[in-house]
C-alpha cells in the first residue's frame, strides 16, 4: 500500500523557517516528487517539484530563493526546507509522487497524495 506522511508543519512568526518532511513508502521511490499547498478556500497550486535523480528542481516563482526542495532516496523522504516565510504562505501543505507524465506542476500528473500538514505563518 502506498502512503506519504507529511511533517513538520506548524506555527511560525513571519520571517521564520520551517522544514517540512515527506516519508514514503509502499513504492519504489523512482519517482519525480512534488510539494504543493492550499489556502484556505482556495485551489491546490504547485510549490516546488524535484526529479527522481535529485539533478532537477523546479519552484513556484513566489518561493523562488526561500524554499528548497531535496530528497534523501536512501530514506525514501522528500524535503521542503522553507526560510523568510510570510503569511501569505500559510496554507496545508502536501506532498506528492508523480505517476503519471506531464509538467511537475500540473496535479494531474501527481497519483499518490499525502494526508497534508499545516503552515501557519503569523504576522
Known amino acids: 500500500q502506498v502512503q506519504l506522511v507529511e511533517s513538520g508543519g506548524g506555527l511560525v512568526q513571519a520571517g521564520g523557517s520551517l522544514r517540512l518532511s515527506c516519508l514514503a513508502s509502499?513504492?519504489?521511490?523512482?519517482?519525480?516528487m512534488g510539494w504543493f499547498r492550499q489556502p484556505p478556500g482556495k485551489e491546490r497550486d504547485f510549490v516546488a517539484g524535484i526529479s527522481w535523480t535529485g539533478d532537477s528542481t523546479y519552484y513556484l516563482d513566489s518561493v523562488k530563493g526561500r524554499f528548497t526542495i531535496s530528497r534523501d532516496n536512501a530514506q525514501n523522504t522528500v524535503y521542503l526546507q522553507m526560510n523568510s516565510l510570510k503569511p501569505e504562505d500559510t496554507a496545508v501543505y502536501y506532498c506528492?509522487?508523480?505517476?503519471?507524465?506531464?509538467?511537475?506542476?500540473?496535479?494531474?500528473?501527481?497519483?499518490?497524495w499525502g494526508p497534508g500538514t499545516q503552515v501557519t505563518v503569523s504576522s
Open positions: 509502499g513504492l519504489p521511490f523512482r519517482y519525480a
Open positions: 506528492a509522487a508523480q505517476r503519471y507524465s506531464g509538467p511537475a506542476y500540473d496535479t494531474r500528473a501527481y497519483g499518490y
